[in-house]
Nanobody
Framework: QVQLVESGGGLVQPGGSLRLSCAAS????????IGWLRQAPGKEREGVSC????????YYADSVKGRFTISRDNAKNAAYLQMNSLKPEDTAVYYC????????????????????????WGQGTQVTVSS
């Protein structure tokens, strides 16, 4: 059974950090592009980050660049999103998504937006940034 399970969300104060995890089962993560996207109440889904497992390239939305880091651990068949310097506007449900490789030769913003069309989703994990 193909499954993605996110974890690591929670309540954190502004300026704090969280590390989201995405555990995969039933398939091998390294055969896919890995993305994280988020959806805040009343807002459209937003691509956050993407990682090409074929060459390790990483891509970020301008809103999180320099604060978030996407990574993977092939041995654990898991992906991660380290989130530092969190802001109230980062509050959202975060989803781990998978897409096809190779990624097209487009700019960073376009790559991140591609995650919105990726087909495999987890159930999401809530991140709330509030004092």
């Amino acid at each position: 059974q193909v499954q993605l399970v996110e974890s690591g969300g929670g309540l954190v104060q502004p300026g704090g950090s969280l590390r989201l995890s995405c555990a995969a089962s039933g398939f091998t993560l390294e055969n896919f592009a890995i993305g994280w996207l988020r959806q805040a109440p009343g807002k459209e889904r937003e691509g956050v980050s993407c990682l090409s497992t074929s060459d390790g390239s990483t891509y970020y939305a301008d809103s999180v660049k320099g604060r978030f880091t996407i990574s993977r651990d092939n041995a654990k068949n898991a992906a991660y999103l380290q989130m530092n310097s969190l802001k109230p506007e980062d509050t959202a449900v975060y989803y781990c998504v998978l897409g096809p490789l190779p990624l097209p030769p487009v700019n960073e913003a376009a790559i991140v937006n591609l995650t919105l069309g990726f087909g495999s989703w987890g159930q999401g994990t809530q991140v709330t940034v509030s004092s």
